[in-house]
């Protein structure tokens, strides 16, 4: 295996041996983006002497035998929504197209304080809004399973770049999937945490519990590896409460291990749709056909969901008001500079009334307390990640599923979504692939503020299909990428969203 394929833990293991360094790990991201990256578009800004400093110093506190944090010397992917200090940060928006900043934001900063190496910036769509990354700065990002097909979003550069091992870890956010999407497109891991978990210093609306910032790993070990790091008590995010004088998140010490978890002393709950998800007749089989093999490792197991009803609306409303916040100033002054998504969200939440805003968080608050009222009975909820297979990155979003028309182009989400209303702590792992042999991604849900047992449920699960072949985790053919023409050539890549 080349050290870009190898898990965090492995190098670490690696570094600590000195049978690998830094400097060698980076060196095979770098070769393999060099590679791979022309054909699809995972990487959009890079800073290579800086990164190869950061190594040679990860290096060189390895051989000192003080490694300077828990992710010491690991090349890290980070969202190009995420500020970073000298490395440029567009937002997918030309208003950024030359845009380097001057320090880093509060997460970024802590993933270098824990020894990460900064490589690159991973691709977006603008402002992060939608599921299909592409922007007018940068253009398309393709699935490493079939460049033209959609990488999901908003975080798809970084699902990408883990899938083709340009990066070992990568940084992403969520509001209506944006870790679990492109997770499930890209055959990875992503982790939506509990609200608060990791600190926020640019949310516009600080208390929603919508956007979080989360990991993204190949495997559930990894992602947990880089949650403990990202996690953390700030005062600036008002969802991070703590205890007076007392640490209650994470930090940048030493990794402890998941510990095992007995998954047949648990009660499984299982939804194809939550009741009223768009949900694309692929996914169901697909999602059918897996659910005996997930099931069986479970004490218990069955079909049910939390009552989820309005929450197409209620997201909807929620969304644009945060939309608006972000956003208001730049729809006014800006508006020949945004792209069709973010144009559309503030006009939807210029529509709304504080009479619909109300009616919104009742709704929210109605399911969060189904969600509460269903944990007693069950300890777990699976679904399908997304509610289609992926689609044309040409497609701007489904306007369609099995034929009947989606209500938003956001619509398509709602698998997600479904969930990040209630505050549940989300990750999506992949299981074998679809009837067209495209990645399936599991949505695993678990308890109020249970990131730790999810986590170690969803290791469980990981580690049981592990040597089963319909139900690992697939890899995209590098060989066949290595050849491919560069997304850059194909029709539609440069237009406007």
Not at 199 to 204: I, V
Not at 361 to 385: E, M
Request: charged residues 20%.
């Amino acid at each position: 295996m080349e050290l870009c394929d190898a898990t965090a833990l492995d190098l670490l293991h690696l570094f600590r041996t000195r049978r690998a360094s830094p400097v060698e790990a980076l060196d095979a991201c770098l070769v393999r983006t060099d590679q791979v990256n022309p054909a699809v578009n995972a990487v959009v800004a890079e800073d290579r002497a800086a990164a190869r400093a950061a190594a040679r110093r990860a290096e060189a506190a390895w051989h000192r035998g003080e490694p300077d944090g828990a992710l010491c010397g690991l090349p890290l992917g980070v969202k190009d929504t995420h500020v970073t200090a000298g490395l440029r940060t567009t937002f997918g928006s030309p208003l950024f197209r030359d845009h380097v900043p001057a320090a880093d934001q509060a997460l970024v900063a802590r993933l270098r304080a824990a020894g990460a190496v900064i490589m690159h910036k991973t691709n977006t769509p603008e402002w992060a809004a939608g599921g299909n990354t592409r922007n007018p700065v940068y253009g398309a990002t393709g699935n490493p399973f079939d460049p033209a097909l959609n990488a999901a979003g908003s975080s798809g550069g970084s699902g990408v770049a883990l899938a083709c091992g340009m990066a070992t870890l990568c940084t992403g956010s969520d509001t209506g999937g944006s870790l679990r999407n492109p997770a499930a497109y890209n055959g990875i891991v992503g982790m939506r945490p509990s609200a608060g978990l990791v600190p926020s210093e640019t949310r516009p609306h600080g208390w929603s519990c919508l956007p979080v910032d989360g990991p993204m790993a190949r495997t559930v070990a990894d992602t947990a590896l880089l949650l403990g790091t990202m996690a953390g008590d700030q005062a600036y995010d008002p969802l991070a409460y703590t205890l007076p004088g007392r640490a209650v998140r994470g930090g940048a010490g030493a990794y402890t291990p998941l510990a095992p978890i007995d998954l047949a002393g648990l009660r499984l709950a299982a939804t194809e749709d939550f009741g009223t998800a768009p949900t694309e007749s692929i996914v169901r089989r697909a999602f059918r056909d897996k659910l005996p093999a997930i099931a069986a490792l479970f004490g218990a197991a069955d079909l049910a969901s939390p009552d989820c009803t309005g929450a197409d609306d209620a997201f909807a409303v929620l969304r644009g008001a945060m939309f608006l916040a972000a956003h208001g100033a730049r729809y006014r002054d800006h508006y020949d500079q945004l792209g069709p998504n973010i144009r559309a969200n503030v006009q939807e939440a210029l529509s709304y009334t504080l009479q619909d805003h109300a009616r919104a968080a009742t709704v929210q608050t109605r399911i969060y307390r189904a969600y509460q009222a269903f944990f007693t009975r069950y300890d777990i909820l699976v679904s399908p990640a997304v509610t289609v297979s992926p689609r044309p990155w040409t497609e701007l979003y489904p306007t369609e599923i099995d034929g009947a028309p989606t209500r938003s182009y956001f619509h398509w989400l709602a698998l997600a979504y479904m969930v990040t209303l209630s505050g549940h702590p989300a990750i999506s792992i992949p299981v074998g692939t679809d009837a067209r042999g495209m990645p399936f991604g599991l949505q695993i849900v678990g308890p109020r503020g249970g990131d730790a047992m999810l986590l170690r449920v969803a290791a469980a699960i990981e580690s049981a299909f592990a040597a089963t072949p319909d139900l690992c985790r697939p890899v995209p053919d590098i060989a066949a990428l290595r050849r491919m023409p560069p997304i850059a050539a194909r029709p539609g890549f440069g237009d406007p969203e």
